[in-house]
């Protein structure tokens, strides 16, 4: 059987990246995380065995989350800052080059990791021009190592196509640019077994991105579901389980969020059992596009 630690220790390679690096595949999600709660949720956390945190400039948390993470790296000499993976993200994408540098070196202080892992824009919002300066202001800090690797939140096809192509002419302009920019590494976007984004996964697949499932749990809006209901007393576990052991499946990152230890220990608790080929199917057939907060995959 596999512990929740050995779960939570599981790595994924992150492609497009320069150097080899390996992002945990079950993060603990910090969105509604208030400000007060998040180091000691944090810190419950990494007890438990999380190495993976997605915080963001929006959730208004990322000093607590970095103060956390670093308070206890040093009271546990054993681990290294590359034993944990921190990833935030650009709240407000803009065509201002310089504006979105200040935004970001302001979430690279306040974390006072060092390093931000995965630097996500957090949505395609702003325009096709906001986009790309904002990609190009967010590549500048890879060569010093401030920010390891790049990525994308609710990017739609139309995001990833015109992305993809705006780094291919960049990169072969002429003169050569003063550093190439990596294609995104991730894009984080909303799926679960209600909302299952296939064009979206095709997508990233056919780019070589890796997907993070976001909102796996579907925010608990659909616990209660009678298909969930029974596969989770087949496979004698809870439904938020069912979700989180469907999305590693999927080969997803997935970033369940609990601000209760009890939750977020079990919610890891998933390498005692394995998802039929069948029931995925079963699972995979709940699609009913639902959106548990926000879609902008479709942004103009
Ligand atoms: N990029 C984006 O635009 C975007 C958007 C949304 C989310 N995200 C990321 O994805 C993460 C997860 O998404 P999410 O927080 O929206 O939704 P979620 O993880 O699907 O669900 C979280 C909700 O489920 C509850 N919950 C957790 N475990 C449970 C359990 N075992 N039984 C019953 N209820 C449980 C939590 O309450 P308690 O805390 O009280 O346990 C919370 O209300 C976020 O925290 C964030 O990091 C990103």
Known sequence: M??????LARR???????????IPQI????????????AATVTAALSAGYRGFDSAQWYNNEREAGGAIKAYLSSHPSLS????FYTTKLR???????GVRVSVAKSIDACELGYVDLFLLHSPLGGQEARLTSYRALSSFLPSGQIRA?????????????LVSFIDSHNNSTPPPEFPLPLPSVNQIEIHPFNTQLPIRAACERHGLLLEAYAPLARGMRFGHPVLKEVSARYKCTEAQVLVRWSIQHGFVTLPKSARTERLVANADVGGFEISDEDMKRLDGLDEGLVTDWDPTDAP
């Open 2 to 7: 596999t512990t929740s630690q050995e779960m």
């Open 92 to 98: 407000d994408n803009s065509t201002s080059y310089e």
């Open 12 to 22: 994924l390679k992150l492609p497009n990246t320069n150097s080899p690096l390996t």
């Open 81 to 84: 800052r590359s034993d944990v």
């Open 27 to 38: 993060h603990l999600g910090l969105y509604m995380l208030p400000p007060r709660q998040t």
């Open 150 to 162: 790049l990525g994308v939140s609710n990017f739609g096809v139309r995001h990833l196509d015109e």
